[in-house]
Every structure is written in structure tokens, then in C-alpha cells.
């Protein structure tokens, strides 16, 4: 009796535990984060690339500057920009254009240099088509701090 008591907790408390931001598959993978070097950009340095977006895998859980995802709203990930930086995102295929604030790490599917939380995408116009040819100009560096919650 007492082992089988003993078993039951073993398993709630396990099944209580915190899943990790990374989990659950799409473009983000942990393991990718490790050995980047975060890139020194001044501002008006521009990007050009292709844009992905990401959003019902990672809604509600934390960022990497711990704030807690919202597909709806209007942020983005990036490999090596410095968390907080703020950058004017303007899809070239059809000109619209979009102010927001680097506050993951990703995508991690080669020849994409942005993912764009889902209220992005459709703000620039490719939600639909999933990926859009976008250029990134940066308007701020960003302080790079880890928000912490109580």
C-alpha cells in the first residue's frame, strides 16, 4: 500500500513540473541556442531575408526574455539581435510595413532570418502564405534584460 502511495506522488509531482519553453516541436529547438554570438547592430543597419511565423505550439509560455508569448500580439524572434531591440519590419512582396520588438530567440529552420508572432504576420499581410520576403531595419539596440517574474 504504502509503495503504491508512494508511486501516485512520484507521478503527480512529476506531471506538475514546468515544460520547457522549447518543447512541443516547430522551428524553435533549444539545444540550437547554446553557441550563438548575439550580433552587434548599429541603428539603421538593415536585414533582408525570408520571414516565417509562429504562434499556437509556444502561446502562453515564456520568451527568451521571459515575457510570456502572445500569438496575437506584435513581436518577434530573431538568433542574435540583442533581446529588447526594436526593428521596422517591411514585407517586400507586397510593401506593408511593421514596427516591433525582438523579444525571442529563432527561427531555427535554415534560410529564415525572423519569425514573426502570428498578430505580425497578418499585420504584414502573410499569414496565410506562411512565409514572406522581408526587410528588417533596426531603429533600436535593445538592452538585452531578462524579465523576471514573481
Known amino acids: 500500500m504504502i509503495f503504491k502511495v508512494?508511486?501516485?506522488?512520484?507521478l503527480f509531482f512529476i506531471s506538475c513540473?514546468?515544460?520547457?519553453?522549447?518543447s512541443g516541436g516547430?522551428?524553435?529547438?533549444?539545444s540550437k541556442t547554446k553557441n550563438l554570438k548575439i550580433k552587434t547592430?548599429?541603428?539603421g543597419n538593415v536585414l533582408r531575408g525570408v520571414s516565417s511565423w509562429y504562434g499556437p505550439n509556444f502561446h502562453g509560455k515564456?520568451?527568451?526574455n521571459g515575457e510570456v508569448y502572445d500569438m496575437y500580439g506584435v513581436t518577434a524572434a530573431h538568433k542574435t539581435l540583442t533581446l529588447g531591440t526594436v526593428v521596422r519590419v517591411t514585407n517586400l512582396d507586397n510593401e506593408k510595413s511593421l514596427i516591433l520588438r525582438i523579444n525571442d530567440r529563432g527561427p531555427y529552420v535554415d534560410g529564415r532570418i525572423l519569425d514573426c508572432s502570428?498578430?505580425?504576420?497578418k499585420k504584414?499581410?502573410?499569414?496565410?502564405?506562411?512565409?514572406?520576403?522581408v526587410e528588417i531595419k533596426i531603429i533600436e539596440e535593445g538592452d538585452g534584460v531578462y524579465m523576471?517574474?514573481?
Open 148 to 150: 523576471h517574474h514573481k
Open 6 to 10: 508512494c508511486i501516485i506522488s512520484i
Open 118 to 121: 502570428f498578430g505580425a504576420a
Open 62 to 64: 515564456l520568451t527568451a
Open 26 to 30: 516547430g522551428s524553435h529547438v533549444k
Open 17 to 22: 513540473t514546468v515544460s520547457p519553453r522549447y
Open 41 to 43: 547592430v548599429n541603428k
Open 124 to 133: 504584414l499581410g502573410f499569414h496565410e502564405k506562411g512565409t514572406a520576403n
